[in-house]
T-cell receptor, first 116, second 114 residues
Framework: AQKVTQAQTEISVVEKEDVTLDCVYETRDTTYYLFWYKQPPSGELVFLIR??????QNEISGRYSWNFQKSTSSFNFTITASQVVDSAVYFCALSEGTSGTYKYIFGTGTRLKVLA | DTEVTQTPKHLVMGMTNKKSLKCEQH?????MYWYKQKAKKPPELMFVYSYEKLSINESVPSRFSPECPNSSLLNLHLHALQPEDSALYLCASSQEGNTYNEQFFGPGTRLTVL
């Protein structure tokens, strides 16, 4: 069965600290896609990254980086030198290549609080 | 224009009212989605439209009625709602209705049913 686990319900850090948000997924498909979304208090989910199952290269975008490891079924997200504006709920999501239903399976989200 | 807009931002309605939520995108996307999100929970998919045709209904009660008048517009008609239907309703769109396209979300309509 497909599942996404974000075990960290809430994380608090002080500004400028690095923080890693964990995401562990389960799927039987060999083709799948993983996503991270940010949901600030305003409510809108903001797309951050998509990764397909055949591409295990890590990615860096400014202060954000992602570590995809198929061996541990994890797709972790690190924010370097966190800022107050990073405070939000972050969702990891899985979409399976062969299910044909284009449904996201969301994790339960991690609430990140960055304190000034 | 990479924006999905939703109106209204907030809506309060009684259980006997009829109201509609509106969603619009001008990105040329061919798939549009309605999600419901309760506090401290992830979004739950309700409906998917692909090329203006309803392709997924996640067993949503008939008091929610979606409509896709054209490829840019998505409505959600509400009738005889229950207090437990109070939630944030999010609209999203993607280039195609498939598993790999990222979805772009609107800011949501915060609905309160009295």
């Amino acid at each position: 069965a497909q599942k996404v686990t974000q075990a960290q319900t809430e994380i608090s850090v002080v500004e400028k600290e690095d923080v890693t948000l964990d995401c562990v997924y389960e799927t039987r498909d060999t083709t799948y896609y993983l996503f991270w979304y940010k949901q600030p208090p305003s409510g809108e989910l903001v797309f951050l990254i998509r990764r397909n199952s055949f591409d295990e290269q890590n990615e860096i975008s400014g202060r954000y980086s992602w570590n995809f490891q198929k061996s541990t079924s994890s797709f972790n997200f690190t924010i370097t030198a966190s800022q107050v504006v990073d405070s939000a709920v972050y969702f990891c999501a899985l979409s399976e290549g062969t299910s044909g239903t284009y449904k996201y399976i969301f994790g339960t989200g991690t609430r990140l609080k960055v304190l000034a | 224009d990479t924006e999905v807009t939703q109106t209204p931002k907030h809506l309060v309605m009684g259980m006997t009212n009829k109201k509609s939520l509106k969603c619009e995108q001008h990105m040329g996307h061919r798939a549009m989605y309605w999600y419901k999100q309760k506090a401290k929970k992830p979004p739950e998919l309700m409906f998917v439209y692909s090329y203006e045709k309803l392709s997924i209904n996640e067993s949503v009660p008939s008091r929610f009625s979606p409509e896709c008048p054209n490829s840019s517009l998505l409505n959600l008609h509400l009738h005889a709602l229950q207090p437990e239907d109070s939630a944030l309703y999010l609209c999203a769109s993607s280039q195609e209705g498939n598993t790999y396209n990222e979805q772009f979300f609107g800011p949501g309509t915060r609905l309160t049913v009295l």
